[in-house]
């Protein structure tokens, strides 16, 4: 609490230096307590000796407790738990660590988190166009069958004569088939017939026949290496009186090296003339047979083979 404001007390002062030595001698010479006979100038005295002793007072604690304090020195001690301001006057303060809802000392955990996030790279300028870029794309064009559109997942992408080719595509006989002969030591290879193509083919189960009577069903064989071809057989569903054609074929140039054979396809074994083919890079053993009509077929082909 401050000190209120002090009264004005020096209307009667005596300021003359002669009156005050004066009356200065005589305190010294006792010359007031000369008064202490009179009952109402004795308790004046008395007064004035206790003000006196309250002043005094005053002047001790201004003088030693005040002085001492205001001389305070304070200093710090930190360490990797905790801070504390000490004073010289053994009063020390320890400063408790900042939270989210209080003000502190900031602790050395703290600091190493905002350096460490001060480090931090922020996002370059590519990733700042890409950003841009992305931003500035056309919102979902919606869907359709369009170049710019987006296909619905039930939509159907394919024709319907595609959808028709892959249909007769799967009764087609899923490989060529090769089987040992183990009484002459000779290997059959069997080509069914729905692995024979043709502009105008039409596949059935098991068995195929060309929509032109003029056209031909043909298959390219590539060989086994140290391999060669003795007989070569067609077979139809009816004996057909021509139109079996058998090559040595270069695949290059899709051209013809040498007719080997030919006649006609039935269930008897033809012969590949009196010239084997020897299986080699680069060629095939070409099979071409044409149909008198749609209602006979072509069941397949079988090589026989044996060592070169």
């Not at 009156?19 to 005295?45: N, P, T, W």
Request: charged share 15%.
């Amino acid at each position: 609490m401050a000190l209120r404001a002090r009264k004005p007390i020096d209307k009667h002062k005596i300021t003359d230096s002669a009156k005050l030595a004066k009356i200065s001698q005589s305190f010294d010479d006792g010359k007031h307590l000369a008064l202490d006979v009179y009952e109402g100038e004795a308790a004046l005295l008395y007064q004035v000796q206790e003000l006196t002793d309250e002043v005094k007072e005053i002047y001790r604690y201004l003088g030693s407790e005040v002085t001492s304090n205001t001389a305070t020195n304070l200093s710090s001690t930190a360490n990797g738990t905790s801070l504390t301001i000490n004073s010289s006057d053994g009063n020390n303060a320890s400063i408790p660590a900042a939270t989210t809802n209080a003000w502190g000392a900031m602790t050395d955990e703290n600091f190493d988190a905002i350096a460490a996030n001060t480090a931090k790279t922020g996002i370059t300028s590519g990733q700042t166009s890409a950003i841009t870029a992305n931003t500035a794309k056309t919102t979902f064009p919606g869907f359709g069958t369009t170049s710019t559109r987006a296909m619905r997942g039930n939509t159907t992408t394919i024709s319907s004569g595609q959808s028709s080719a892959i249909s007769a595509n799967l009764l087609k006989a899923s490989s060529v088939g090769f089987y040992k002969n183990q009484s002459n030591g000779t290997e059959t290879v069997w080509i069914p017939g729905t692995q024979f193509y043709s502009p105008t083919i039409v596949y059935n189960v098991g068995k195929v026949t060309d929509s032109n009577s003029r056209g031909l069903l043909t298959y390219e064989w590539p060989g086994i290496d140290g391999k060669k071809v003795i007989v070569a057989h067609v077979v139809t569903s009816a004996n057909v009186s021509r139109g079996t054609s058998f090559k040595r074929w270069r695949l290059a140039t899709a051209s013809s090296l040498a007719i080997l054979g030919g006649g006609r396809g039935d269930n008897s074994n033809t012969d590949v003339n009196t010239t084997d083919w020897t299986c080699a890079v680069g060629e095939a053993f070409q099979i071409s047979q044409g149909l008198p009509s749609t209602s006979t077929y072509l069941l397949g082909a079988y090589l026989i083979l044996t060592d070169v």
